[in-house]
């Protein structure tokens, strides 16, 4: 690659930064980890944006894909969220979504023909999800190699060797548009970053294509970046620049097992971007134009100064000729020192806008950093619902102690502590069962009781007998009906005393509680307790599995931190060149006064010829020194710049000023009204790879 497709290169790799750095992300994430492919219908209730001051209804929508080891798509969720910012009281959505189910509130829809939805918004925003069978934009393909050989995931689980994983992106989303005349193919600019957290115990030597890894010690975490389709849309030769479109890492690994893949599809960099209005790329063209021909002026005027000079010297004779060379190269260098002043003020003006976009962008460090903390929050949240559901009361979970809790929580489920735990729970259901008999035990008691009052009562007027004997005495008619009277008066009169009922109350609770002790002695609650016992072990790894999770996710929102530091580095790097861009306009000022004076000083020798010979020597050193100092400023400066953009500039802005256009089309996978504004990313999730030993733990 020659000097000028290198600097061709990096001036495109500055607009493509720029593109990446001004368009602007708004990503919600959804992580989950193992195997489990729930989505949770908390998920996009917290989200918060900030709406356009001019949008009045917009859709903002988010793809869930739940895929293979492969990358094979298994399940599509989508999840929609309708910002009505005029509260209307009706809202008609257009969607090819099944099964729809409104996740927040109770507002209903109707159908009115093929997908379309008329919701009764009640002047709320509407929140729903549901399911979808239709092609991805963006398909996924992960492939693997062990020790050079294709292998699948499946195969690859537990086997030692080198590695490679390498995901290829393909796009399939475009559009034939008009690009200079002609008709062309050119893609939704889908820009994909692909997460994963690898296991030091596991992986050494890990290298990454088209990404960057950090390292804590124990584990390293991954992010790869990918543009497929781009490198066709802006029709660049790959041996020029070439954009990536696959993600590949390698390494050497023992007992191979991997964590879910979390990959993130979005055209929002190129969706706010509106290349119709960067005017400064043309006018930076322009002016680099006007450099072109005033170095080489600069530099042809400066050879002839000296030529002539040379002639002067050597050939007296012709002295009068080599002034008027002399003094004709002169004028050239000064027109070429007034052209470049100009040119270097409009390069001025346009390091001073770079340095302005950068530092707008630095300016949303801090609200992309709010976005992942609250997915974070978020995903902290559905960690203390689900510690809940197993019956665990421990703090509130935050991005601070989640780690000190759940680790708390996992020591104190003992052995003695989790027996304790699951016979109370035995226990009480139990007794609950044992209760739903209390009126027929509490009958039985009073009956007991009745029969020692009757009895009581018997000794009292001097007929002492048991209840059984006393019954038998009334039923052979040795009682008569006056001295029944009197002892049932008595009996019932003693029955009805508080005395009695609390006797009656206290017995019953003892039978409850000897019945539930008794219950509690057989096989089959002692079982249940066993049981129990195993579960409760159980979650207590599902705890462990959950720690890992949020360990995973803390690792990818420490590396966004330190990714927006480094954008904040950028906006400083900017405007240090703004600064220095300021000192090469100071510099081409003084240029272009020297050259007046010399050119005014020449026009002086060339009328004072007779006395020149003398001063033309010290002018010919001085002339070479100035021929070679403008060489070098030209290599070493000007050049520089002027082979940045010697290429098709203006057919490149054409093809981006496209590709934003087909971008700030595409607003939905799943169904938009035309009146609508919307936005769409996709989330896709893998499954992990886990030997048989992780996976039973």
């Not at 780690?403 to 489920?413: A, F, K, Q, R």
Request: charged share 25%; hydrophobic share 35%; net charge negative.
């Amino acid at each position: 690659m020659n000097k000028k497709k290198k600097h061709l290169v990096k001036t495109f790799s500055l607009l493509l930064g720029f593109f990446v750095l001004c368009g602007g992300i708004s990503i919600a994430v959804y992580a989950t980890g193992g195997n489990n492919t729930k989505i949770d219908e908390k998920l996009n209730i917290n989200k918060e944006a900030v709406a356009d001051e001019n949008a009045e209804i917009s859709k903002d929508e988010t793809v869930y894909v739940i895929a293979g080891a492969n990358g094979t798509a298994k399940k599509i969720i989508v999840s929609e969220w309708i910002k009505n910012a005029i509260a209307s009281e009706k809202i008609q959505d257009e969607t090819e979504l099944e099964n729809v189910i409104n996740i927040k509130g109770d507002e209903s829809y109707t159908t009115e023909g093929d997908n379309i939805h008329v919701w009764d918004a009640q002047g709320n925003d509407i929140y729903y999800r549901g399911n979808i069978k239709k092609e991805l934009p963006v398909n996924i393909d992960i492939s693997y190699k062990l020790d050079g050989s294709a292998i699948s995931a499946e195969e690859l689980e537990g086997k030692s060797g080198k590695v490679t994983i390498r995901f290829d992106y393909t796009n399939n989303q475009y559009e034939m548009m008009n690009i200079d005349g002609k008709q062309e193919k050119m893609y939704v600019p889908f820009s994909v970053l692909t997460g994963m957290v690898l296991n030091n115990d596991n992986f050494r030597n890990i290298e990454v294509t088209n990404g960057r890894l950090m390292n804590d010690g124990d584990r390293t975490v991954i992010a790869g970046i990918a543009f497929p389709g781009l490198s066709d849309n802006l029709n660049l030769k790959k041996d020029t620049f070439e954009i990536p479109d696959n993600v590949e890492i390698t390494a050497d690994v023992t007992d191979f097992e991997m964590a879910a893949t979390i990959s993130i599809v979005t055209n929002e960099l190129f969706h706010n971007v509106d290349l119709d209005n960067v005017d400064s790329l043309d006018d930076l063209s322009g002016s680099l134009d006007e450099l072109t021909d005033a170095m080489n002026q600069l530099i042809d005027g400066s050879f002839e100064l000296y030529d002539g000079l040379s002639t002067l010297l050597d050939k007296s004779g012709e002295m009068v000729d080599g002034i008027n060379q002399l003094t004709t190269g002169a004028k050239k260098l000064s027109e070429g020192t007034g052209e470049l002043g100009d040119g270097a003020a409009k390069l001025q003006d346009g390091a001073a806008k770079l340095a302005s976009g950068l530092d707008t962008l630095s300016s949303n460090n801090t609200t992309l950093n709010a976005g992942a903390k609250q997915v974070f929050e978020s995903l902290l949240s559905m960690a203390d619902s689900q510690l809940a559901d197993a019956g665990l009361t421990v703090k509130k979970l935050t991005i601070d102690n989640y780690s000190t809790v759940l680790n708390g929580v996992m020591s104190s489920l003992d052995g003695k502590t989790v027996y304790n735990m699951a016979y109370n729970k035995a226990y009480s259901q139990v007794e609950s069962a044992v209760r739903a008999q209390e009126a027929a035990i509490s009958s039985k008691v009073e009956a007991a009781v009745r029969e020692k009052v009757l009895e009581g009562v018997l000794k009292a007027i001097g007929q002492p007998m048991t209840a059984k004997e006393y019954e038998a005495a009334v039923k052979g008619g040795k009682l008569s009906g006056e001295t029944q009277a009197k002892i049932t008066g008595a009996v019932e009169k003693q029955m009805s005393s508080s005395e009695i009922k609390d006797e009656i109350a206290k017995n019953t609770k003892l039978q409850i509680k000897n019945l539930t002790d008794e219950k509690m002695k057989s096989n089959e609650v002692k079982s249940q307790i066993t049981k129990a016992v195993e579960s409760a072990k159980s979650g207590a790894s599902g705890i462990a599995a959950l720690k890992t999770q949020l360990d995973s996710y803390n690792q990818f929102y420490q590396g966004l931190l330190a990714y927006t530091d480094g954008v904040a580095e950028a906006s400083s790097g900017a405007k240090e060149l703004k600064n220095g861009t300021e000192s090469l306009k100071k510099g081409t000022d003084g240029l272009k006064d020297g050259a007046k004076e010399l050119y005014a000083g020449l026009n002086t020798l060339k009328e004072g010829s007779n006395a020149l010979v003398d001063g033309v020597t010290q002018l010919k050193d001085g002339a070479k020194k100035l021929s070679d100092g403008l060489k070098e400023f030209n290599e070493q400066g000007v050049e520089k710049l002027i082979d940045a953009v010697d290429g098709d500039l203006n057919g490149l802005i054409n093809r981006l000023r496209a590709t934003g256009e087909i971008s700030r089309d595409y607003k939905s996978f799943a169904g938009i009204s035309q009146d609508m504004d919307g936005s769409v990313r996709f989330i896709y999730k893998t499954d992990a790879i886990e030997t048989s030993h992780n996976e039973t733990k």
